[in-house]
Every structure is written in C-alpha cells, then in structure tokens.
C-alpha cells in the first residue's frame, strides 16, 4: 500500500505563498496520478489540482487557476502544490491522494490519502 506525507502548512498572510509537498513510499510513485485535495470542517472535501503520471498535464480547481500549480518529481517521490498569492478563503486542511486511474477531480477515485497539513491564511 502507498504511504503519503504532506509537509509544508503553515499560517500566512494573505498575498503569501506556501509549498506544499507530499512524499510517497510503499508503491511506484510513477505508476499513479496524484492530486491534491482540501477541507474546512463542515464542509465537502474539494478537488484543488491534479497531475498526470509523468507530469506532462494538470488540471486545477477554477477558483485556483493562475495562482496555485501542481508538480511531480519522480525520482524523488514527491508531488508539490505552490500557492501564490493566498486568500482567507485558501485556509483549510490539504491532502495529497494518489489514484491508478488517469488525472482526475473525482474524489472517489483516489485510493490512497495522506494525513493532511493545515493551511491557514489570515485576513
């Protein structure tokens, strides 16, 4: 089974920029689709960004376009989510999710989650 464990949360104003990263173990890295997903309490968990197997193509929420972007590095096992220019409303708790499927936003087609790293941006 895959392991992932996002690092990089933290509190920020808003106009900062964090990086997030998520490391995978227990699997071929390569072999999976990865995204990144977020949650408030109370509400649904939200697709963010998605990346394809070898990184050639993404896909993000529209809300986060132009601001946030998704990578990958396959030697190291890693997927990243910049985040540029944060909003209040960017504050939540962010998961990375690998999926044997293609890229993309359905939450139910990821088989594996990381534990979450809290994002807060503050007003």
């Known amino acids: 089974q895959v392991t992932l464990v996002e690092s990089g949360g933290g509190l920020v104003q808003a106009g900062g920029s964090l990086r997030l990263s998520c490391v995978a173990s227990?699997?071929?890295?390569?072999?999976?689709?990865m995204g990144w997903f977020r949650q408030v309490a109370g509400k649904e968990r939200e697709f963010v960004a998605a990346?394809?197997?070898?990184?050639?193509?993404?896909s993000y929420v529209e809300t986060v376009k132009g601001r946030f972007s998704i990578s990958r590095d396959n030697a190291k096992n890693t997927v990243y989510l910049q985040m540029n220019s944060l909003k209040p409303e960017d504050t939540a708790v962010y998961y990375c999710a690998a999926t044997i499927s293609t890229m993309t936003a359905r939450a139910g087609e990821y088989g594996y989650w990381g534990q979450g790293t809290r994002v807060t941006v503050s007003s």
């Open positions: 227990g699997g071929t890295f390569s072999r999976y689709a």
């Open positions: 990346v394809s197997w070898r990184g050639g193509r993404t």
